[in-house]
């Protein structure tokens, strides 16, 4: 079979645009690289559903690092992202990266934990600082601190921005860097021995369906990440999980406010002169899920009595929006499933971030790159994110205050 591309991305969001713009810009590599995409208007897609932010706040050293390089690169988008074929300002490209931090609180349950990732997190030289109740009454004082025994607050490093912005700047600079952005749905894959050759799709143009050929083929298609490596033959433990996002505002005004993740997982955070917020479903109403129907039960009845617990002026707060999106979640550890699995050496998997995939997209797009060009990591080694974690059943498990 003539061979249609070097390298097939199955999935144009965040993860698989990251992974093509670091294999473009790599003057090693002077491959063809075809990104194939079923909804090119990313309405359903997880990457602009998501809640846009990034965290140090991990406790394994590799997630860490991941986002440290992470804050740099969104940072410094114009030195990554700019066009060369316009004029534009150096700081023109504006995603609004707002630094405002996270804040994990912790009872006494979770005081040692947040204590413990707390060094860990220094170490590798992020912005993280240990408040006392007393401290974090003084720094927001619209808050109830009764409860809690400790807040890990990001000072630098940690906060929010506009996902969809950054995605499109990826598409227009790997255009301009020669990418191939495809409308069409993976259907299959044509294999020779324990490789595979092309990915079978149907598209707008064909319904009969065509062939793509390559020699790397990346599973970057979050949710859909286990459909995928079936076509291959490969079984990995990720499920999509529907998460929603509820928008609020309040009379009074909450000045300074991070974002802050309760006790019991609940979160919120500013969103312009709203809020919004959100949490995972409570234990055993979590099955997979691929519809968009908001659960506005799990607002009424376990976010907002946590909101108006910590925050006296959210107890007459008004719910004026909601969404719903898609985690790809892993059920072994809920990280991230990265590299080749010996039965198909070379379809690399990008998978089961478990709501991390946005933040991480920089860090793992360059993996991927490397994987690719050179056979190896080079700049992070994130070796143990491997595929051998998933057979040998051998998780990787973030330590939580919860």
């Known amino acids: 079979m003539t061979k249609t591309s070097d390298v097939v991305i199955i999935g144009g969001g965040i993860i698989g645009s990251a992974a093509a713009f670091f294999l473009a810009r790599d003057t090693t590599f002077s491959g063809k690289i075809t990104v194939i995409e079923k909804d090119n208007s990313y309405q359903g897609s997880s990457t602009t559903l998501s809640a846009a932010s990034i965290r140090q706040q991990f406790s394994t050293p590799e997630n860490i690092n ?8 969104l940072r410094n988008l114009s030195e990554h992202l700019a066009l060369n074929t316009e004029q534009q300002p150096t700081n023109s490209l504006d995603i609004g990266l707002q630094e405002k931090g996270y804040l994990l609180l912790a009872s006494d349950k979770g005081q040692e934990t947040l204590q413990n990732n707390n060094w860990i997190q220094k170490e590798l030289g992020a912005d993280i600082s240990l408040l006392t109740p007393a401290l974090l009454e003084e720094r927001f004082p619209w808050m109830n601190c009764d409860d809690i025994a400790l807040g890990s607050l990001g000072l630098s490093g940690e906060g929010w921005f506009d996902a969809y912005s950054l995605l499109q700047l990826f598409r227009a600079k790997n255009k301009e860097l020669g990418v191939i952005y495809k409308d069409g749905e993976v259907t299959g894959f044509v294999k ?14 064909s319904v009969s369906g065509e062939k793509i050929s390559g020699e790397h083929f990346i599973n970057a298609a979050g949710p859909m990440a286990s459909r995928i490596a079936a076509m291959a033959g490969i079984d990995i433990p990720i499920e999509s999980r529907k998460r929603c996002v509820f928008v609020f505002n ?81 059920l072994l550890d ?38 690719i060009i050179y056979g190896k990591y080079r700049s992070l080694d994130l070796s143990i994110f491997g595929m051998e974690r998933i057979i040998n059943k051998t998780p990787v498990k973030e330590l939580n205050v919860i």
Do not use: M
Not at 66 to 73: E, K, V, Y
Not at 192 to 205: F, R
Not at 297 to 318: C, G, M, Q, Y
């Open 334 to 371: 809920q990280n991230v499933v990265l590299g080749t699995h010996p039965d198909v050496g070379n379809l690399y998997f990008a998978n089961g971030f478990s709501g991390h995939g946005l933040q991480q997209a920089p860090a793992v797009g360059r993996a991927l790159s490397e994987l």
């Open 66 to 73: 991941i986002s440290l390089f992470g804050i740099g690169f």
């Open 192 to 205: 020779s021995g324990d490789e595979i050759i092309a990915a079978e799709l149907k598209t707008p143009e």
């Open 250 to 330: 309040c009379r009074e005004e909450i000045t300074n406010s991070p974002l802050v993740v309760d006790i019991n997982g609940v979160y919120f955070r500013p969103e312009g002169e709203h809020f919004i917020c959100g949490t995972s479903p409570l234990d055993g109403h979590d099955p997979e899920c691929f519809d968009y129907h908001v659960d506005y039960n799990l607002f009424d009845e376990h976010i907002w009595p946590t909101l108006a617990n910590r925050v006296t002026a959210f107890e007459s707060i008004k719910q004026i929006n909601a969404w719903a999106g898609h985690y790809a979640y892993n």
